[in-house]
């Protein structure tokens, strides 16, 4: 099971980075501008990060 470690890290920073942002947007009151927005672009960071995640083996498919 070889893997392509970029796109595993890349992917796994996506995650944690983005769910921090989503978290802090929404339980905390930080002045952040247009926190639903922010929170939705941090969503689709996080679908971006577990597809590279999951096309991070040889030869696998999502």
């Known amino acids: 099971m070889a893997t392509n470690t970029g796109r595993l ?19 905390l009151d930080t002045p ?5 927005g922010v929170a939705a672009v941090a969503t689709l960071g996080m679908v971006v990060g577990t597809l590279l995640v999951g096309l991070s083996e040889k030869d696998a498919a999502v």
């Open 32 to 36: 952040i501008p247009y926190p639903t």
């Open 9 to 27: 890290v890349v992917g796994g920073v996506l995650l944690v980075v983005c769910s921090i942002v989503v978290l802090v947007a929404g339980f």
